[in-house]
Each structure stands twice: as structure tokens, then as C-alpha cells.
């Protein structure tokens, strides 16, 4: 993907795939045993049409992140073909906890034109902020905090959140999203069901609208649009989004399912 492809949310080709990652806010009766650990779904991603990359979603195993029961929800994505010209491979950790919703932490690591940072966002519910760590290769590390409210989570999480609920049509769902640099508020509209044709076949899906607030190239032009399968995963097949510098769309190719939360055994256990 060309330089001017990158994001302005922390993780550009990642972000990109955070884009297709996007939720909407916990609401109506909850999806029991929608994923779990082990989970792994492979996109393509197309820029002005030509395929210039590729994406992972993978929920990882549990573990413990500040003393809470976590689930590390890890979105790769890296540039393919001629895209690779500009190299890309970013990789964005979002530690989600599955009981409540919330986001923890999120660790974005980049390595974007040979020139590789890391950024790590702590999230704070008691002190209502998010405390940043960004360092570049050969630099000092940069140190920040910004205001959150509750129910702030990153795109990773909103999209597992939104999973765990299950989509009606007519279904508005607001959340404060943290980008990195601070907050916005997501809307998001289950605007219709229909039937999509896909590399699993033809299938029944949710017409999901978002707004975004990305700044400068990657700043969108109207809504974007993703389809969640209309079944007990509600997994995101296809994402659609109009940008300043042109169309991307995320199609996934590949599915892998994962340990539902029936068959995992407890922290405690392992």
C-alpha cells in the first residue's frame, strides 16, 4: 500500500484492518459461545481495486494482563504483490475482557517502510484516562495521557463487543473509541439484513453503517459499511469504505474456528 494509505489511528495497515474490526456498543440479549480462543480469520485487502495486502483477526489463548482474565484479540496486517514496495507489517494487540467488554491495554507494534515503533496504551477506569507509551527506533520514549469515559475501548474490542450481542435491524449503538491521540464517538446502524455472496458461499448477513473520524488522507468520505454473518458467530465477512485517497475493502477468505467459552477451561484450572 502506497505511503499515502496510512492512518492516522495507531496501527496504519492494522488500522486499516481495525476499520474492519469496528462494534458498536453492548446492547440486547447476549450471544452465548459467538468465538473464543484460538479463533483466526484471514482478509484481503484491496486498494482502488488491485489486492494490496493481507489481514488477520486472531483471538489468542487467556491470560492475565493487571491482574484480570484476558483475551488477546491480535490484528496483523501486511502488505502483498507491488504493494510491497512500501513494506508493512504492523500487528495491534487489544487485551479484552471477556466478562465485561472492556479494553485493558493495547499494544501496537510497526514496522512500516523499515522503520519500526511501538506504541502501549494503558487503560485507566478508576483515574478515567489512557496512558500512552509511543518510542521509535533510536529514540526516547514519548509518555501521554488523555481523558477516556466509561465503556472506551479500541476498534479491536468495540468489534468483539459488538459480537457478544445479538444484531436486530433498526439497531443504533454509540461507543467511545480511544484512536491513540484521544476519543471519538462510533455510531453505528444495523441498516438492513440481506444476502452477500463470499469466498464461503452465499450467506446471510447484517448491513452494518459506521461513521469514522480519521484526519487527512485517511479521512472517509461518508459512511462505511460492514456485514456481519446473520448467525451465532456475527463474524465481519466484508468491509467497504470510501477514503480521500481512494476505496479500500477487507474480504475474508479463510476461517478457522476457535474453543467456544463452554469448552475452556479456567484460568484457575491451567
Excluded at 468465538?35 to 482502488?48: A, D, I, R, S
Excluded at 441498516?191 to 452465499?202: I, N, S
Aim: some cysteine; proline content about 5%; hydrophobic content about 40%.
Amino acid at each position: 500500500m502506497p505511503p499515502a494509505a496510512r492512518s492516522t489511528h495507531g496501527g496504519r495497515l492494522a488500522g486499516v484492518v481495525g476499520v474492519f474490526a469496528w462494534g458498536a456498543a453492548w446492547a440486547g440479549a447476549p450471544v452465548s459461545n459467538a468465538f473464543g480462543p484460538g479463533e483466526e480469520t484471514t482478509y484481503t485487502v484491496q486498494f482502488l481495486g488491485v489486492t494490496a495486502g493481507e489481514a488477520k483477526v486472531t483471538v489468542g489463548w487467556p491470560t492475565r494482563r493487571d491482574g484480570r482474565a484476558v483475551w488477546p484479540l491480535v490484528c496483523v496486517g501486511r502488505t502483498t504483490g507491488v504493494a510491497t514496495l512500501y513494506p508493512l507489517n504492523d500487528r495491534f494487540v487489544s487485551y479484552w475482557d471477556p466478562l465485561t467488554g472492556d479494553a485493558i491495554a493495547s499494544d501496537f507494534l510497526a514496522d512500516e517502510n523499515r522503520k519500526r515503533r511501538i506504541e502501549r496504551y494503558q487503560y485507566d477506569f478508576v483515574a478515567m484516562e489512557a496512558v500512552t507509551t509511543k518510542q521509535s527506533v533510536g529514540q526516547a520514549p514519548r509518555g501521554g495521557r488523555y481523558p477516556i469515559v466509561a465503556r472506551t475501548v479500541d476498534l479491536a474490542s468495540a468489534a468483539f463487543r459488538l459480537r457478544t450481542s445479538r444484531l436486530e435491524v433498526g439497531q443504533v449503538h454509540e461507543l467511545p473509541i480511544f484512536t491513540g491521540g484521544g476519543l471519538y464517538q462510533m455510531k453505528a446502524t444495523v441498516v438492513g439484513a440481506e444476502r452477500l455472496t463470499t469466498m464461503f458461499g452465499e450467506v446471510e448477513v447484517f448491513r452494518v453503517t459506521v461513521n469514522g473520524e480519521f484526519s487527512g488522507k485517511m479521512a472517509t468520505r461518508g459512511l462505511m459499511t460492514l456485514f456481519f454473518t446473520a448467525d451465532d458467530k456475527q463474524l465481519p465477512v466484508r468491509a467497504e469504505a470510501e477514503f480521500v485517497i481512494g476505496a479500500v475493502v477487507l474480504e475474508a477468505v479463510r476461517y478457522e474456528p476457535g474453543r467456544t467459552s463452554s469448552s475452556l477451561p479456567s484460568l484457575s484450572e491451567r
